[in-house]
Structures are given as structure tokens and as C-alpha cells.
């Protein structure tokens, strides 16, 4: 029976939710230079979101985390926008609703948190993900903000709140 609980990230979280990240994006063919797969804190997402207004959230499924989202503020922007970051589920858990109600949950707390506008990067090729997106309120935008450091994800979109 499929038991899924949608939670705040622990520090035993760590290991599982960095491969679930390299993993998808090796599965999608991304590269792993100028994607979250580089970012030299994806080992330790649960201290990296323990500062105010930041939170990251894992999807559990009897006792195994199969995805994971957060929001933080966007980086080297002084605009009040977060980010909609480190978004990834397993194929498990895909098709399930689960994505959406990671991003309402996310929005949720993005909305709380007094941010005005929120801010995704993705792939091209990464269409599902976009289906999604646009289909909570995100919608495209025609070059990225902030400085994320993916300088692979050439898809930008954005949220108002």
C-alpha cells in the first residue's frame, strides 16, 4: 500500500534527495555542468535550507524518499522573488499528483514567507515539468533573473504570488 507524507527535509534526508537529483537529471540527459547536478551543496540541502524564509520539503513513501522541492529566496536578486528549487521526483512518483501538491505546498509557504514573485529554471526538453509549471500560474519569461549558476537551463519562468 503506497504511503505517501510530504515533509520538512531531515539531515538523513541528505544522500537521498542529492542522488534523486543527479539521478533524474542523468535520466533526462541533462548536463551535469551548469545544473543543479554541479552545485556544491546538493549534499547538504537540509543545512542550506535552514536559514530564514527558505524550506524544503521530501516526498516519503513507506520509509523511502522518491522527490523532493524547496523555495529560497533567488540569488544575486534584490527583487522580494523566490525560487522554486531542486524540484525532482522519480519516475515512482510521477503522474501521481504529487509534483502538484509539492508546488502548492511550496507556494504556499513562498506566499507566507511575504515573497512577491516566484522564479523556476528548467530544461527545454524537460516538457512535463513545464506542463505542470504552467498549469499553477507560472508562465515564461525571456531571459533569466537572478544568478542561479545553471547556466544550462535556458527555460525561465515566473509566478506572481
Known sequence: MESFIIREIQKKDNPAIASIVRNVLMEMGAPKVGTAYADPY?????????????????????G?????????????????????????????????????????????????????SCYIETMTYMEDAQKLYRKVGFHYLDKPIGNTGHS?????????L
Open 42 to 62: 546538493l549534499d547538504s540541502l537540509s543545512e542550506v535550507y535552514d536559514v530564514p524564509n527558505a524550506i524544503y520539503f521530501v516526498i516519503e513513501n513507506n
Open 64 to 116: 523511502k524518499i522518491i522527490g523532493g522541492a524547496g523555495v529560497k529566496q533567488l540569488d544575486n536578486s534584490v527583487e522580494n522573488i523566490c525560487e522554486l528549487q531542486k524540484m525532482y521526483l522519480l519516475p515512482e512518483a510521477r503522474g501521481l499528483g504529487l509534483g502538484k501538491e509539492l508546488i502548492d505546498i511550496c507556494i504556499g509557504k513562498a506566499t507566507e514567507f511575504g515573497f512577491e
Open 152 to 160: 544550462s537551463c535556458p527555460v525561465w519562468m515566473l509566478k506572481k
